[in-house]
């Protein structure tokens, strides 16, 4: 362990910035990244923080807003992550900082579940009013994603009286003990913390890239597998729900083939089954939509929402028909801090900002140009084997190039070029194949070409 004092000296310290919209929208090298300041930081880090706990660009963040990050050395970094597709209308956000601050002086806990308040309410109206369906609905409030999740889970068995659930391969639903055993990925989610939940079922997923039959099959071919696995393996009759989540995040943002999510509902429905749609990446205009169940017309019984909701505060939501929702007993969800009225300003503030900006239509417009710039980038290297996803989620797939091998050690080092030149990207995928772009809704255009410059540049140096 390096010695704190030891490290290089840094230079002046940064004057604290304020964070938010009125940052300066520019990508700008101070130092290497990361630069002296930051890795001092790291080795502070290293000494206190689990190591289980990783980092995948170990800069020290000091503030964040619109389309930029800026570290302890003064670097400016493109955002082209949204922290997970959290910060959707962008860090600090104006509005939503003043509400969190209104609110944080007002009061911050009570707890709902001893003497509620109004702003967990509020939620909850606007959740019900901007799902899919215009049936009668009802919401409950989480912590975290993960926690949502298991939440549905636990309705959807109450709501039936039946115990299965079925997932699907490339599935990512969390880190906690069932929502462990919803994820399929076994490294790094898995390995090493079982034995997990019972009676959980993995079906074929759609995966058009790499379905045997070919894209135009994926659809028809993995529902007709996955329902008859339900039917003869499982037990339609035994299923409480089918969970899944419209375009896959961690799985490599894998659009399901045409006609997949169609006939799964149909099938829920024909046989008493739930159909529970985790849209906590895809929700709040990520994909062009309020909800990615929108571009397929699908309305899930349950949906789960937690990310994008409160413009970085951590708030997550079951949300679902009223008769399903209101079937468990009272006490039997809840939570200490789940809505904590901080969160709940926060999630209103970041709604009506979504709403007032537009940004669901910004997020379909600068999809297309994203779209644009990605297939460009496919027709010019062998070594991209599929370009997808919607709106501000999208993400390109890493092969050797002939083949549909998939190119991990790639996806590493264009991170890594495009981290040392301030462009914050993520990797994704169950074969860790995949770069996903998720910028943040409000992300200028010109910030967002350049970042997309300099995924250009790791592309050419890694060919
Ligand atoms: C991130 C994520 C989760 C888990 O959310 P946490 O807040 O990290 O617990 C669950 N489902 C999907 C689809 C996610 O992307």
């Known amino acids: 362990m390096t010695d704190v004092a030891a490290s290089p000296a840094p230079s002046a310290p940064a004057a604290p910035l304020p964070g938010g919209p009125s940052l300066p929208q520019v990508r700008r090298l101070a130092t290497e990244i990361p630069g002296p300041r930051s890795r001092a930081f790291h080795e502070r880090r290293r000494a206190a923080v689990a190591a289980g706990v990783g980092s995948g660009l170990p800069i020290e963040v000091v503030a964040a807003g619109g389309g930029v990050i800026v570290d302890a050395d003064g670097n400016s970094l493109i955002d082209l992550g949204s922290g997970i597709a959290v910060v959707n209308v962008g860090n600090a956000a104006a509005p939503v900082a003043r509400a969190v601050a209104e609110q944080a002086a007002a009061f911050t806990h009570t707890c709902f579940m001893v003497t509620p308040y109004e702003g967990y309410v509020a939620v909850c109206e606007q959740l019900n009013a901007r799902t899919p369906g215009d049936h009668e609905k009802r919401s409950a409030l989480f912590n975290s994603g993960a926690e949502a999740v298991e939440n549905a889970v636990k309705i959807a068995r109450h709501a039936t009286g039946r115990s299965a659930i079925v997932v699907m391969d490339h599935a990512y639903h969390g880190r906690t003990n069932l929502t462990m055993a919803l994820t399929a990925k076994s490294m790094p989610y898995k390995a090493g913390f079982g034995p997990f939940a019972p009676d959980v079922y993995r079906v074929p997923m759609a995966y058009p890239y790499r379905w045997p039959g070919g894209a135009e099959r994926a659809g028809a071919e993995a529902a007709a597998q996955a329902i008859d696995h339900i039917r003869t393996e499982i037990g339609a009759e035994r299923v409480a729900a089918v969970l899944i989540e419209p375009i896959q995040g961690e799985g490599g943002f894998i659009v399901p083939?045409?006609?997949?999510?169609?006939?799964?509902?149909?099938?829920?429905?024909?046989?008493?089954?739930?159909?529970?749609?985790?849209?906590?990446?895809?929700?709040?205009?990520?994909?062009?939509?309020?909800?990615?169940?929108?571009h397929e017309g699908i309305v899930p019984d349950l949906i789960t929402t937690a990310k994008g909701i409160a413009g970085g505060l951590p708030l997550a939501a079951v949300t679902g028909r009223a008769e399903v929702m209101d079937a468990v007993h009272v006490g039997g969800l809840g939570g200490t801090y789940g809505g904590n009225p901080v969160a709940c300003a926060a999630a209103i503030a970041t709604i009506e900002l979504i709403e007032r900006d537009g940004l669901v239509g910004r997020a379909?417009?600068?999809?297309?140009?994203?779209?644009?710039?990605?297939?460009?980038?496919?027709?010019?290297?062998?070594?991209?084997?599929?370009?997808?996803?919607?709106?501000l989620m999208q993400a390109i797939e890493l092969v050797r190039p002939g083949t549909?091998?998939?190119?991990?050690?790639?996806?590493?080092?264009?991170?890594?070029?495009?981290?040392?030149?301030?462009?914050?990207?993520?990797?994704?995928?169950?074969?860790?194949?995949?770069?996903?772009?998720?910028?943040?809704l409000v992300i200028g255009e010109d910030l967002l070409q350049e970042g997309l410059d300099v995924v250009a540049d790791a592309l050419a140096a890694t060919r």
């Open 257 to 294: 083939g045409e006609g997949y999510l169609g006939a799964l509902v149909e099938f829920c429905h024909e046989h008493g089954i739930l159909f529970v749609a985790d849209e906590i990446q895809t929700g709040f205009g990520r994909t062009g939509r309020w909800f990615a169940c929108e």
């Open 364 to 391: 379909e417009r600068l999809g297309g140009a994203l779209r644009t710039r990605l297939d460009a980038m496919a027709a010019a290297d062998d070594g991209i084997g599929d370009v997808r996803g919607r709106g």
């Open 404 to 440: 549909t091998e998939p190119d991990a050690d790639r996806v590493k080092a264009v991170l890594a070029h495009t981290h040392a030149a301030g462009v914050v990207t993520l990797s994704a995928g169950t074969y860790g194949n995949v770069v996903r772009f998720l910028p943040p």
